[in-house]
């Protein structure tokens, strides 16, 4: 097969665009696909701090890379969880990054910052290792892109992990999730920085080969805790409903953000936001969950 923009001998197919790319033409596909996403969506410009958040697998990797080449004023945070040895190796990764491309680097470590252990959170809480984890990322990196002044927080979210989290929220009528599901979660309080998705129209697939054919070194193994996730299987299921019809992924996600989202934008739940009493981040409660799980992890 044929490089649709260049007809030399292609490397990879995308049924879904029914296309196929050599390697310069795929590079050069991705990196529009991105920029085209940044700008339709006004995520942030060119001179503006954008904190990119980054695991060390493929989809952060890709993101970080391409907003360093595209010349964005980025800069990366990685949170160490301890979650045992994947949490070394993920660290490991990006640290060898951002020290062999001369990037600057954000690492939080919330054992060793703040006696955080999302194992004892998780059973003095009843809730799972991945739900306390999450608070803590998104407390993190908001904190620390409010303190440094940056615009934006952006995430690896790729094609796939939204149409999953689209699917598993249409199938359960989450009318306030529907509501915020999009590329952009802008600025609700002056504390809450806005999220943005750059990579939102990329799939898994064409994050790993932006990768490889950069020869970025990226953890192969996912959080051992995701196994077994409804994400996943909503992941499978998309997969094959896309196996047979190719685009279906696509369709599904900006079908919804065209025709469905603004259905749901009155159920936009009116939460009262207010500031922790101790550290004056945003939250609905007197004291936020960090400030609680801190607590609870520091008291014998
Ligand atoms: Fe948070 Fe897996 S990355 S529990
Ligand atoms: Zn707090």
């Given at each position: 097969m044929k490089c649709v923009r260049c007809k030399k001998k292609a490397v990879i197919v995308l049924r879904r665009h029914n296309a196929a790319f050599c390697a310069d033409c795929f590079l050069h596909y991705y990196k529009n696909q991105v920029l085209k996403n940044i700008r339709k969506n006004r995520m942030?410009?060119?001179?503006e701090k954008v904190l990119a958040v980054v695991s060390g697998g493929k989809d952060s990797m890709a993101l970080w890379d391409i907003l360093v080449k595209e010349g964005y004023n980025v800069v990366a945070m990685y949170i160490n969880l301890g979650i045992g040895e994947y949490s070394n190796r993920s660290q490991e990764v990006v640290e060898k990054f951002a020290k062999e491309n001369n990037l600057p680097l954000i690492v939080k470590d919330i054992k060793k910052?703040?006696?955080?252990d999302i194992y004892k959170l998780s059973k003095t809480l009843r809730r799972s290792p991945c739900s306390v984890c999450g608070s803590i990322k998104r407390y993190l990196f908001n904190k620390v892109a409010y303190d440094g002044g940056f615009s934006a927080v952006a995430t690896g979210h790729n094609l796939d992990d939204e149409a999953a989290t689209l699917f598993g929220n249409v199938l359960s009528w989450e009318e306030g999730y529907l509501a915020r599901q999009g590329p952009v979660l802008p600025?609700?309080?002056?504390?809450l920085i806005k999220k943005v998705k750059?990579?939102?129209?990329?799939t898994e697939r064409e994050n790993m080969y932006y990768v490889l054919l950069n020869k970025i070194e990226f953890l192969?193994?996912?959080?051992?805790?995701?196994?077994?996730?409804r994400s996943i299987l909503y992941k499978e299921l998309l997969n094959k409903l896309e196996e047979e019809s190719p685009g279906t992924k696509q369709r599904f996600l900006s079908g919804f953000l065209k025709k469905g989202k603004k259905h749901f934008q009155d159920v936009r739940e009116k939460l009262e936001l207010k500031e922790c009493k101790?550290?004056?981040?945003?939250?609905?409660?007197?004291?936020?969950s960090f400030c609680r799980f801190v607590k609870i992890c520091n008291q014998q």
């Open positions: 942030f410009e060119k001179g910052e703040f006696g955080l600025q609700t309080h002056p504390k750059p990579l939102y129209t990329l192969h193994e996912e959080c051992p805790h995701s196994v077994g996730a101790n550290c004056g981040q945003v939250t609905t409660t007197e004291e936020c």
